[in-house]
């Protein structure tokens, strides 16, 4: 079992990187001198444009000119700072306006200032420098999200030994045999195969022609879910296992139609990602509410604003999101870096991750969107992959 102390990093996404300046030209230079560089950067000519971004997107780092029309640098990095507080904040700017400079610095608005005109070296150096140093970061606040709860889940157990019986080519029939010894995660396997998202058309009766017709690989993702979402509850509390199952039954749904999105997904990729990714999105949600339900609800029944990022709400009552705390799980149990990034990034930009991005398509057909950000290009791809969330018969659950 892995221990805190032997947490592996793990980059949860592409860095993000956000220019701001009113002059198109200095913008340009900023495109050509990073073109090649691994990281996904928006350029705007004004603050209020960055900060409708930033709105709806995580930055890593932003850097920002002082001296522009309708909003001033100070103000668009003060502002950011309330919106995007981790981000790594710099000021790109003339000698002339140094005071400003330097207030801003003062005011804890910006942590790095580099004059115009720059040197390319010692530019790319700086970001690549507050890059790292975000990764570090991340890491160590996933380090404190994990250390802030005093029982950790364990690594779902049955899901590694399903793995290594795939390792060692056991057969089919040894996974089935494996199964059959957890009856309820076999009435639950039962249930899922015979789902609408399957299109059935004899009843699944039997964990071996489940195997088959689900695909071994879906079993065992299945199984890591199943595993992951019960064995974190330890409370009889009927309320909680009530919503356990409630949240087991969305994410199951949530996993199937991701899967079939992947299906018919323009660029080929391999549907399992998208269909584990978003199977264990509401992981730290399940972890939230087992390990103290009474201030879960009391989060729940709380006045809401409807006007307030429901992200920004989460992180001021609980200090981190459940996004994060999905992560932060994962990367304790060694989870690919691509998948946390899909959980980590669920309400964010999906960068170039196909999978993290059919995801969350995925989250806003079963879930709704329910005020929270996702990828501007969620809403232009919902009407088209409307129907296989909400197919005509469903007259088969998944609970």
Request: with cysteine; aromatic share 8%; glycine share 4%.
């Amino acid at each position: 079992m892995n221990t805190l102390h032997t947490l592996a990093p793990a980059q949860s996404h592409t860095p993000t990187i956000v220019f701001v300046d009113d002059e198109e030209e200095i913008l340009f230079a900023l495109r050509g001198l990073f073109r090649k560089e691994p990281y996904r950067i928006s350029y705007f000519t004004s603050g209020q444009a960055a900060l409708d971004f930033l709105a709806q997107n995580e930055a890593d780092v932003i850097v920002s000119d002082m001296r522009m029309p309708e909003m001033s640098g100070t103000e668009l990095l003060e502002k950011s700072a309330r919106i995007n507080p981790r981000a790594f904040r710099m000021i790109l700017s003339g000698c002339e306006e140094k005071s400003i400079v330097l207030n801003a610095l003062s005011q804890g608005f910006a942590e790095h200032y580099i004059m115009k005109p720059w040197s390319d070296d010692d530019l790319r150096a700086t970001i690549r420098a507050a890059v790292s140093l975000q990764r570090k970061l991340k890491q160590q606040r996933l380090l404190e999200i994990l250390s802030s709860h005093k029982s950790l889940p364990s690594p779902p157990r049955l899901h590694m030994r399903l793995l290594d019986l795939l390792k060692e080519n056991h057969s089919q029939a040894q996974v089935a045999d494996e199964l059959e010894k957890h009856p309820a995660l076999v009435a639950k396997l039962l249930h899922i195969a015979n789902s609408v998202f399957y299109s059935v058309r004899n009843p699944v009766t039997s964990v071996h022609t489940a195997i088959t017709f689900i695909g071994i690989d879906e079993v065992v993702n299945i199984v890591l879910g199943f595993e992951a979402f019960h064995n974190i509850n330890k409370s009889s509390d009927a309320w909680v296992i009530q919503r356990l199952e409630q949240q087991w039954d969305m994410s199951v749904r949530r996993a199937q139609v991701a899967r079939l999105i992947a299906a018919q997904w323009p660029v080929k990729i391999d549907v399992q990602e998208p269909y584990t990714a978003a199977l264990m999105l509401d992981v730290g949600l399940v972890l939230r509410f087992c390990s103290a339900p009474g201030l879960f609800h009391e989060f729940e029944s709380s006045q809401r604003n409807d006007h307030e990022n429901p992200i920004a709400r989460e992180e001021q009552f609980f200090g981190t999101n459940h996004a994060e705390l999905s992560a932060a799980i994962l990367t304790y149990w060694n989870f690919p870096a691509s998948l946390v990034a899909a959980v980590a990034n669920q309400h964010a930009h999906a960068g170039e991750s196909e999978a993290t991005l059919v995801t969350q398509i995925a989250s806003v057909l079963v879930d709704g969107r329910n005020g929270y950000p996702y990828d501007p290009r969620v809403d232009a791809a919902i009407p088209e992959f409307q129907q296989i969330a909400f197919p005509e018969s469903l007259s088969n659950t998944t609970s």
